[in-house]
């Protein structure tokens, strides 16, 4: 027994979450809240409130993504739940951390259908198509132990959303309660002997190189002791672009739907893939056939040969799987890997920018308009899909990007999460102006919180890339080509800054400019000529 108080459900929700250390909620206040919200009142967790609960899941998100903490929401029942869907979807495509806890029915009347306010037939098994997994609680004892278990699961299996909904009744009832339900402990080391046959086969290789994946995201600094170690080339996939710095001479980056990409990846002879599903959304196909020996590091078991088989699978947190395999690795004599890894940045590049050259000096001057450790929020976009290399991302929680469910609106209300969760870091953000409609209230938000925020739209009067694939398809467009808002009056009405961007050297000044103010500034780009039906024949799909 630990701590054991008499509380009630909504209390118990809040100090439960105090316990597992958070700092900061997101969220809509509804009628059937009001007893977290009278709990919150009195605690020392920070509430963000948010425009629409989609944005309040994927606040939790980027600032589960840029700091490496759970993010956690707090919603009503029923419509708060549908509403906040697409971002527990998001996050456990990509494997963010983000705790979802939202009111439910009464605790007697579950699928009764009895017309209650905000009443869905049976919440949690619609939580569940889109998490990890979701727990109704039937008792306020219970409260304590289902948190605590929503924390161990973000700490010893793959990340990803989870979801608990307490009874409305129960978050007034009190009830004796015991908080002391611990955080899981760490997650067990890995196999000495996978650790050894891994460092063999890197110790032998000719031509070793490293995929780093989203779980490798807060390894950077312990991947670049790796790399070097090795002597190897660093690939990395959409979601672990921020896992190894973009200005190391070993960096070679992603994009394997490029050719050069994949024959970069097939052509090692062991490839040590970490934290990283192989996954279509990286390959905008069927993922490439390794004829190499394949080592895969995650925390989820199931992940070891998902999609592509492993010659040695080693499940444990990438940190502490990566310097066990340096405490046995010896220091290799070749000296190729800089070399190597400079023709295949030259080969990717070149193939990139026969897609992408329009993009280059624009995203290029974004990145210069940054600070070093700053973090950029990207959307689903073109100017993402094809202007990516360009950004040069720098390491740890630095590039939030909605890969594996490709959701819109995304990058915004993301940006806000990680500036929440680090103050101090700057961010940016990276969005299409289809994907800005979406989200664009969450300004809002950014204003209340009193964040400098560069918002670049990318404004191409529509859904360019699909726009784009019904004409290569022969298809009139239908649906692509709507009104935007007048972009300088949308900004003043939601008492933000705006900057017009109509060349890259204006759009470096603008980025630098917004990220000293106190509440966000919205970019505009005039993205109409800017791209043709060609730029787009290599997208997701």
């Known amino acids: 027994m630990g701590e054991t108080s008499v509380l009630t459900g909504g209390e118990a929700v809040v100090r439960s979450l105090e316990r597992h250390g958070v700092r900061h909620v997101f969220g809509i206040p509804g009628?059937?809240?009001?007893?977290?919200?009278?709990?919150?009142?009195?605690?020392r967790i920070a509430h963000c409130a948010t425009r629409h609960e989609q944005g309040a899941g994927f606040m939790a998100d980027g600032y589960a993504r840029a700091s490496g903490n759970p993010g956690v929401a707090i919603v009503i029942g029923g419509p708060g739940l549908t509403n906040i869907a697409t971002a527990l979807a998001e996050?456990?495509?990509?494997?963010?951390?983000?705790?979802?806890?939202?009111?439910?029915?009464?605790?007697?009347?579950?699928?009764?259908?009895?017309?209650?306010?905000?009443?869905?037939?049976?919440q949690q098994a619609a939580a569940a198509a889109l998490c990890r997994w979701s727990a109704r609680i039937d008792s306020v004892a219970q409260i304590p132990g289902e948190i605590a278990r929503?924390?161990?699961?973000?700490?010893?299996?793959?990340?990803?959303?989870?979801?608990i909904g307490v009874p409305v009744d129960l978050l007034s009832a009190a009830s004796l309660v015991d908080l002391g339900a611990s955080p899981g402990s760490?997650?067990?080391?890995?196999?000495?002997?996978?650790?050894?046959?891994?460092?063999?086969?890197?110790?032998?290789?000719?031509?070793?190189?490293?995929?780093?994946?989203?779980?490798?995201?807060?390894?950077?600094?312990?991947?670049?002791?790796?790399?070097?170690?090795?002597?190897?080339?660093?690939?990395?996939?959409?979601?672990?672009?921020?896992?190894?710095?973009?200005?190391?001479?070993?960096?070679?980056?992603?994009?394997?739907?490029?050719?050069?990409?994949?024959?970069?990846?097939?052509?090692?002879d062991v490839v040590l893939a970490v934290g990283t599903q192989f996954g279509r959304s990286d390959f905008?196909?069927?993922?490439?056939?390794?004829?190499?020996?394949?080592?895969?590091?995650?925390?989820?078991?199931?992940?070891?040969?998902?999609n592509i088989g492993s010659t040695v699978g080693i499940v444990g947190d990438a940190k502490t799987v990566i310097e066990s395999v340096i405490a046995v690795l010896p220091?290799?004599?070749?000296?190729?890997?800089?070399?190597?890894?400079?023709?295949?940045?030259?080969?990717?590049?070149?193939?990139?920018?026969?897609?992408?050259?329009?993009?280059?000096?624009?995203?290029?001057?974004?990145?210069?308009?940054?600070?070093?450790?700053?973090?950029?929020?990207?959307?689903s976009t073109l100017a993402t899909y094809l202007g990516f290399r360009y950004l040069r991302i720098p390491s740890g929680g630095a590039f939030l990007y909605p890969n594996a469910y490709g959701?819109?609106?995304?990058?915004?209300?993301?940006?806000?999460?990680?500036?929440?969760?680090?103050?101090?870091?700057?961010?940016?953000?990276?969005?299409?102006?289809?994907?800005?409609l979406f989200t664009c209230p969450e300004l809002l938000t950014g204003v209340e919180q009193g964040l400098g925020l560069p918002v670049v739209v990318w404004n191409d009067r529509g859904y360019g890339c699909i726009r784009?694939?019904?004409?290569?398809?022969?298809?009139?467009?239908?649906?692509?080509?709507?009104?935007?808002?007048?972009?300088?009056?949308?900004?003043?009405?939601?008492?933000?800054?705006?900057?017009?961007?109509?060349?890259p050297q204006t759009l470096e000044g603008a980025v630098r400019e917004a990220i000293g103010r106190e509440a966000p500034t919205v970019i505009e780009v005039d993205a109409t000529g800017l791209h043709t039906v060609a730029d787009t024949t290599n997208r997701p799909t």
Do not use: C
């Not at 070097?228 to 690939?235: I, K, N, Q, W, Y």
């Not at 995304?410 to 870091?425: C, D, K, M, S, T």
């Open 331 to 379: 220091r290799r004599a070749r000296t190729d890997g800089v070399a190597r890894a400079a023709w295949m940045r030259a080969a990717i590049d070149a193939e990139a920018d026969r897609a992408g050259a329009a993009y280059r000096p624009w995203l290029a001057a974004m990145r210069r308009g940054l600070p070093d450790d700053a973090v950029i929020a990207a959307d």
């Open 186 to 268: 760490p997650p067990p080391g890995p196999a000495t002997e996978g650790i050894e046959r891994a460092a063999n086969l890197l110790r032998d290789a000719e031509r070793p190189l490293v995929l780093l994946g989203g779980g490798a995201r807060f390894a950077s600094g312990s991947a670049v002791s790796l790399a070097e170690a090795l002597d190897a080339p660093v690939m990395t996939s959409w979601s672990g672009m921020d896992a190894f710095p973009g200005e190391h001479p070993l960096w070679v980056g992603g994009g394997f739907h490029l050719a050069a990409a994949r024959e970069a990846l097939t052509g090692a």
């Open 468 to 503: 784009a694939g019904m004409r290569e398809q022969g298809v009139m467009p239908l649906g692509v080509d709507f009104a935007i808002p007048n972009l300088a009056a949308l900004a003043s009405g939601f008492g933000v800054g705006y900057a017009r961007a109509d060349d």
């Open 150 to 163: 929503a924390f161990a699961a973000f700490q010893d299996e793959q990340r990803g959303s989870v979801h």
């Open 407 to 436: 959701t819109l609106g995304y990058a915004l209300p993301a940006a806000i999460g990680a500036r929440v969760a680090q103050p101090n870091r700057p961010a940016a953000v990276l969005i299409g102006d289809g994907g800005f």
């Open 284 to 306: 905008w196909s069927v993922p490439a056939a390794i004829p190499g020996q394949v080592i895969r590091v995650d925390l989820d078991p199931g992940q070891i040969d998902t």
């Open 31 to 43: 009628d059937h809240t009001i007893p977290i919200y009278a709990a919150l009142g009195k605690s």
């Open 91 to 122: 996050a456990t495509a990509d494997g963010a951390p983000v705790l979802v806890i939202s009111a439910d029915t009464p605790l007697a009347d579950r699928r009764m259908g009895r017309d209650h306010n905000h009443e869905l037939r049976d």
